[in-house]
């Protein structure tokens, strides 16, 4: 039993396909060379001439202001599901975490962790990191490909606090800066921050100045603090990101609590922040974006009504195929497969079972899986706007 386990995990780490495109990394070289063009005599910072909050507020409108944003996850907002939720609304999406130390030193790691296309953009690259030189290398690799080149200082977890990075940096601020400052100076790109509230809203509005006064051109405010890892269990404090807001000149995303189209309405409404991040819920619900809500948020809500064309079977299907066509490790697949087709798999346990058993994944073998639930009788719909009753109601 324990050398299968084994054997599972190497086959999961392996690529869905062998398949090389022009969407791994690197691209294409006419593509760099594109990029590259647009950085000539840009020494220190992007749009030279500009003061420096007004290059941050031009850079943002150059990308036409994206609100709907994909946000990083580490194994989970991959490029085909970057491509999945942008076709269903979101205009702008993040990598996930990638190590910069690993990124700099393991060719492996960078194929496996990161590619793209033409087509994934406004795009932010995400690292953590805790060494501004090693941050700065890793940034290079990637600045041709991306519109920001973004530092996680808000990840809570337990692996975080061993490597010394994400939201533990907040216990040494200096080096925070310093992170900031190295990128700032040096990238052809903006730099975004990506952080946690601190429990004492003062320190979240002095921390968050520093960071535009490193250099910050974009800061996505989780309003949850460190010590707050379940979403479910705790709300995010949009009055915080508000506070925020209102104390820095760059542009500001909110991240927490979007779980449905009204919930992003309801924050940019309340936090005048200039966009929103959603993780978790777009997992269960990539269409998010485009108005679609999952049986939890939709059911028995005035105003909704079952959507008799999509649902999440739909939805993997779409995805499996972005994944034929740009290679991830099947560990994101299968992961990708618990989310969407969870209630799923609830009805229909010995389905589950089945795809838990698998020893390799194929892609024949997840087709056939989502027809096995459909010839088990298993739908569960996604809900949508009621237009017809808006109109009669009018």
Request: charged letters at 30%; a negative charge; hydrophobic letters at 35%.
């Amino acid at each position: 039993m324990a050398t299968k386990t084994i054997n599972l995990n190497i086959e999961d780490d392996c690529l869905c396909s062998d398949i090389t495109t022009t969407c791994s990394f690197p691209l294409e070289q006419k593509d760099v060379e594109e990029t590259q063009s647009l950085s000539l005599n840009r020494p220190n910072g992007y749009l030279k001439g500009e003061s420096r909050i007004e290059r941050a507020w031009s850079h943002w409108k150059k990308l036409g202001e994206p609100k709907l944003i994909v946000a990083p996850m580490v194994d989970n907002s991959e490029l085909p599901f970057r491509l999945l939720c942008r076709k269903y609304g979101a205009e702008a999406a993040y990598t996930p975490m990638l190590h910069s130390r690993l990124f700099n030193e393991d060719e492996k790691y960078r194929a496996m962790e990161f590619s793209t296309c033409k087509e994934d953009r406004p795009l932010f690259v995400q690292f953590c990191a805790n060494n501004p030189d090693t941050l700065l290398e890793a940034a290079r690799k990637v600045e041709p490909y991306c519109d920001y080149v973004d530092i996680n200082f808000g990840c809570p977890q337990r692996i975080a606090k061993r490597g010394n990075y994400g939201a533990f940096l907040m216990d040494n601020l200096s080096l925070v800066k310093s992170l900031v400052e190295k990128l700032a100076n040096n990238l052809n790109v903006p730099v975004s921050c990506k952080i946690r509230i601190f429990p004492n809203l003062q320190d979240t509005l002095s921390y968050a100045k520093m960071l535009e006064d490193a250099g910050c051109s974009l800061l996505a405010v989780h309003g949850r603090t460190r010590d707050e890892k379940d979403g479910k269990k705790f709300r995010a404090n949009w009055e915080a990101i508000k506070a925020v807001r209102n104390v820095v000149r760059i542009p500001v995303l909110a991240n927490g609590n979007i779980r449905h189209i009204d919930d992003v309405h309801s924050c940019l409404e309340e936090t005048g922040t200039d966009g929103v991040l959603s993780a978790d819920p777009l997992l269960e619900n990539p269409a998010l974006f485009a108005g679609y809500r999952t049986a939890e948020w939709g059911l028995g809500v005035a105003g909704m009504k079952e959507d008799d064309k999509l649902d999440q079977a739909e939805l993997l299907i779409e995805y499996l195929r972005f994944c034929e066509r740009y290679p991830v490790p099947w560990r994101i697949i299968r992961s990708h497969v618990h989310k969407l087709l969870g209630e799923w798999f609830r009805i229909q346990p010995s389905v589950r079972e089945d795809f838990n058993k698998q020893y390799k994944l194929t892609f024949e073998f997840l087709y056939d899986l989502v027809n096995r639930l459909k010839e088990l009788g298993v739908r569960i719909p996604l809900y949508v706007k009621d237009t017809e009753q808006a109109v009669s109601a009018n």
